[in-house]
């Protein structure tokens, strides 16, 4: 029944997709940045500074480090449509599970003023001095307690899962504890960021055997991999799409949303940013118009329900 609903849902969107197919192709393409987050090094105009140099007109922002949440969300709401703050969730309280995250969690739900949740870390690999590491299964309290309130606010669930960086059993088991999630909560949607650092078949198969799993693109880029030491997933091969990366992204366009993820001071330097940008408007370019519309900013609107304008 999964599958046939899903072929279901694949011929009704590429049937509305042929019928508005010119007016997209006549449609300015814009991004919107469904993940990014700032510390108290970066003064959230340099996000605005960034985004209107290149072209992306709407990011979802979560505070990290000693960045207040009030901070985040005070600048939030003078620029209402340009940034939508994220509820944050990481951080020792998170990783402990202390009575202070959940407090802090419940606080910020019950203010009314954000539009999403932040992403939750699962498994997280030490990243140097930067970031410890995390390894937290879903039916863990924190986690428990998010999911609850995404759930609730009609949230995409954001999963933070690095696959590359494990191997063995520990891989299988966090596989199994995703996909099970996926099969307990069918109605939420679940987005994995980084895709996972997952390879193109991994997620075709997850694409085929879950409705409601969403990817993530950040940190996929050469630029951004080329800064960092991790295992992450490089969609590219030049300036294009890699063969099997386009092949998929043209063919389920509706389940991959576009994110950065800028994290740290350095990666909101103008270069930095505007040099992933570019490798993504120039991939993009290369699919199908209605696929590079829902890709850069189409998914997002829909899942966060953003009016961006």
């Given at each position: 029944?999964?599958?046939?609903?899903?072929?279901?849902?694949?011929?009704?969107?590429?049937?509305?997709?042929?019928?508005?197919?010119?007016?997209?192709?006549?449609?300015?393409?814009?991004?919107?940045?469904?993940?990014?987050?700032?510390?108290?090094?970066?003064?959230?105009?340099?996000?605005?500074?960034?985004?209107?140099?290149?072209?992306?007109?709407?990011?979802?922002?979560?505070?990290?480090?000693?960045?207040?949440?009030?901070?985040?969300?005070?600048?939030?709401?003078?620029?209402?449509?340009?940034?939508?703050?994220?509820?944050?969730?990481?951080?020792?309280?998170?990783?402990?599970?202390?009575?202070?995250?959940?407090?802090?969690?419940?606080?910020?739900?019950?203010?009314?003023?954000?539009?999403?949740?932040?992403?939750?870390?699962?498994?997280?690999?030490?990243?140097?001095?930067?970031?410890?590491?995390?390894?937290?299964?879903?039916?863990?309290?924190?986690?428990?307690?998010?999911?609850?309130?995404?759930?609730?606010?009609?949230?995409?669930?954001?999963?933070?899962?690095?696959?590359?960086?494990?191997?063995?059993?520990?891989?299988?088991?966090?596989?199994?504890?995703?996909?099970?999630?996926?099969?307990?909560?069918?109605?939420?949607?679940?987005?994995?960021?980084?895709?996972?650092?997952?390879?193109?078949?991994?997620?075709?198969?997850?694409?085929?055997?879950?409705?409601?799993?969403?990817?993530?693109?950040?940190?996929?880029?050469?630029?951004?991999?080329?800064?960092?030491?991790?295992?992450?997933?490089?969609?590219?091969?030049?300036?294009?799409?890699?063969?099997?990366?386009?092949?998929?992204?043209?063919?389920?366009?509706?389940r991959f949303v576009f994110a950065l993820d800028n994290v740290f001071a350095e990666h909101w330097q103008r270069d930095f940013y505007q040099e992933q940008v570019r490798f993504w408007k120039t991939g993009l370019a290369d699919l199908p118009a209605e696929a590079a519309h829902l890709i850069a900013h189409g998914n997002a609107e829909r899942l966060w329900q953003l009016s961006v304008d």
């Amino acid at each position: 029944m999964r599958r046939k609903n899903h072929i279901l849902h694949l011929v009704s969107a590429f049937a509305v997709t042929l019928l508005l197919a010119p007016a997209i192709e006549a449609t300015e393409l814009y991004l919107v940045d469904a993940h990014s987050q700032v510390d108290e090094k970066v003064e959230p105009s340099r996000v605005i500074a960034r985004m209107q140099e290149a072209g992306v007109r709407h990011t979802i922002l979560s505070a990290r480090g000693k960045r207040k949440g009030s901070d985040l969300v005070a600048f939030a709401s003078r620029h209402g449509r340009l940034i939508t703050p994220a509820v944050r969730t990481k951080g020792a309280p998170y990783a402990e599970s202390s009575p202070k995250y959940f407090r802090m969690l419940d606080a910020q739900v019950a203010s009314g003023r954000y539009g999403g949740m932040a992403e939750v870390l699962l498994y997280h690999a030490k990243k140097g001095k930067k970031a410890p590491e995390y390894r937290i299964l879903p039916r863990e309290k924190a986690v428990v307690a998010a999911l609850k309130h995404a759930k609730r606010q009609n949230w995409p669930f954001v999963i933070h899962i690095e696959f590359a960086a494990l191997s063995g059993p520990d891989r299988q088991a966090f596989m199994q504890a995703m996909e099970e999630l996926l099969k307990k909560h069918p109605r939420v949607n679940f987005v994995l960021t980084h895709m996972g650092q997952l390879a193109p078949d991994e997620c075709l198969r997850l694409i085929s055997e879950h409705d409601n799993l969403y990817f993530h693109t950040a940190w996929t880029n050469p630029v951004a991999v080329g800064r960092s030491n991790q295992p992450w997933a490089n969609l590219f091969s030049g300036d294009s799409f890699a063969p099997p990366w386009r092949e998929l992204m043209s063919l389920h366009p509706e389940r991959f949303v576009f994110a950065l993820d800028n994290v740290f001071a350095e990666h909101w330097q103008r270069d930095f940013y505007q040099e992933q940008v570019r490798f993504w408007k120039t991939g993009l370019a290369d699919l199908p118009a209605e696929a590079a519309h829902l890709i850069a900013h189409g998914n997002a609107e829909r899942l966060w329900q953003l009016s961006v304008d």
